[in-house]
């Protein structure tokens, strides 16, 4: 009997899911290196990805493309990630779907944990990212979220 998503342990979900294709990311990282290597990560995985290197970057593609997921860098200039995805949110509020989210951040603790999910993400994964766990994430929030539309339609 399969278990159900929310269930497993994030690694776990990888074993059901061995690719993304099909899904299209926005990521969005200032810091050059760790935005390549995401994109590495997830392409690598069979997804789309669309980049940029700043909330008003992200912004705007988001008002030209159809995303499944968002990954924001939380420490950004100008408008950090918190500020980003509650905008977002502001946005997408008369959509069908919120479109799940994960914070990204070298500055893990509790307190920025606790702030990503009051801001309006679903996940917070740290960096160096840990590619089958960033993946695992990205399964649990897209399973979640179709699981929560198919019940909603």
């Given amino acids: 009997m399969a278990k159900n998503p929310k269930d497993q342990h994030p690694l776990d979900v990888t074993k059901d899911f061995q690719s993304l294709d099909g899904i299209q990311v926005l990521v969005v990282d200032d810091n050059a290196d760790s935005l390549f290597l ?3 990560i997830l392409e690598s995985y069979g997804s789309r990805v669309i980049t940029a290197t700043s909330a008003l970057q992200a912004l705007e593609a988001i008002k030209q493309f159809k995303f ?3 990954i924001f860098d939380i420490a950004m200039p100008e408008m950090d ?3 980003l995805i ?7 509020l008369s959509e069908k779907q919120q479109i799940p989210a994960i914070a990204l951040t070298a500055l893990g603790s ?3 944990y606790s702030l990503a999910l009051t801001s ?3 996940s917070y994964v740290n960096k160096p990212v840990e590619p089958t766990l960033l993946v695992a994430e990205i399964t649990k929030l897209i399973n979640q979220s179709s699981a929560f539309n198919n019940g909603k339609q």
Avoid at 86 to 92: D, H, Q
Wanted: with cysteine; net charge negative.
């Fill in 110 to 112: 509790e307190e920025g």
């Fill in 68 to 70: 499944d997921i968002f």
């Fill in 120 to 122: 309006g993400f679903q």
């Fill in 38 to 40: 995401t994109t590495c």
């Fill in 81 to 83: 990630g918190f500020s």
């Fill in 86 to 92: 509650s905008k977002v949110r502001e946005i997408t």
